[in-house]
């Protein structure tokens, strides 16, 4: 009986397995749905909503005061003045308009 000196290609193609499975983790791993590239966008997203947040909050807060300075329990006579004139188009018996 002769033996046959072959390539083991068992053994050949569980490496090329596994070295190909390994790079598909890798790969995953880093531009996955929930990779690395993904994680660092989520976390930029989330800053710039936090800048935004405070953005609008300091408008809300803005706007409460205005708010609260117009109303019956709080009169701000310079805020009413303000608002005449802008809204209304009011002006005072002393004063004059130049255009």
Do not use: H
């Not at 805020?79 to 209304?88: K, S, T």
């Amino acid at each position: 009986m002769q033996k046959r000196n072959r390539p083991p290609l068992g053994a050949l193609f569980y490496f090329l397995g596994a070295i190909v499975l390994g790079l598909y983790f890798t790969f995953a791993a880093v531009q996955g749905d929930y990779g690395l590239f993904k994680r660092i966008t989520i976390i930029a997203e989330g800053e710039a909503l936090e800048v935004e947040l405070a953005s609008v909050q300091a408008e809300v807060d803005r706007m409460e005061n205005l708010t609260m300075r117009l109303s019956d329990n709080y009169l701000d006579l310079d805020l009413l003045d303000e608002q005449a004139r802008d809204v209304l188009g009011l002006i005072r018996a002393d004063e004059i308009v130049i255009r």
